[in-house]
């Protein structure tokens, strides 16, 4: 019995650290939406989650090279949107352009990173959301 009460308090503090750290994320999410003026090209921080996805050019967002510049680029943040009705689909469209990325101040370049890390972070909450209530269609189902 105790190693089942175990697991559930395991599980509890984990879903709880997650959330806090969600509830944290958005909050410098935010602060860094208004920093880089990403409000210029969308009217309110609600709207950013609209988009598929948040890219990037100019810096590596891989793992292993988190940061890293790409010599030759333009530092931009790009989004993904995406209309089914529309004769092309996905359209990127620049939120923020910085200029060659070599030109572009360290300081600058690590938000910009840190603001598509925390924008995936919270948008794969949102996905998860999603298909957490389409699965439960499945359950109505099975009775």
């Not at 298909?131 to 189902?141: A, D, E, I, V």
């Amino acid at each position: 019995m105790s190693s089942a009460l175990d697991k559930l308090k395991n599980l509890t503090n984990k879903i709880s650290s997650y959330e806090l750290a969600r509830k944290e994320n958005m909050k410098r999410l935010e602060r860094l939406f208004e920093e880089l003026d990403i409000v210029a090209k969308v009217e309110n921080f609600e709207k950013l989650f609209e988009f598929k996805a948040i890219n990037l050019s100019g810096v590596s967002l891989q793992d292993e090279t988190l940061g890293e510049i790409k010599e030759g680029k333009y530092l931009q943040i790009l989004a993904i949107s995406y209309d089914k009705s529309a004769v092309v689909k996905s359209k990127n469209i620049s939120l923020a352009y910085f200029g060659r990325v070599e030109a572009v101040d360290e300081e600058i370049r690590e938000r910009v990173v840190e603001f598509v890390i925390r924008y995936r972070f919270e948008k794969s909450f949102i996905n998860l959301q999603h298909y957490h209530t389409m699965l439960g269609s499945f359950r109505k189902r099975d009775g």
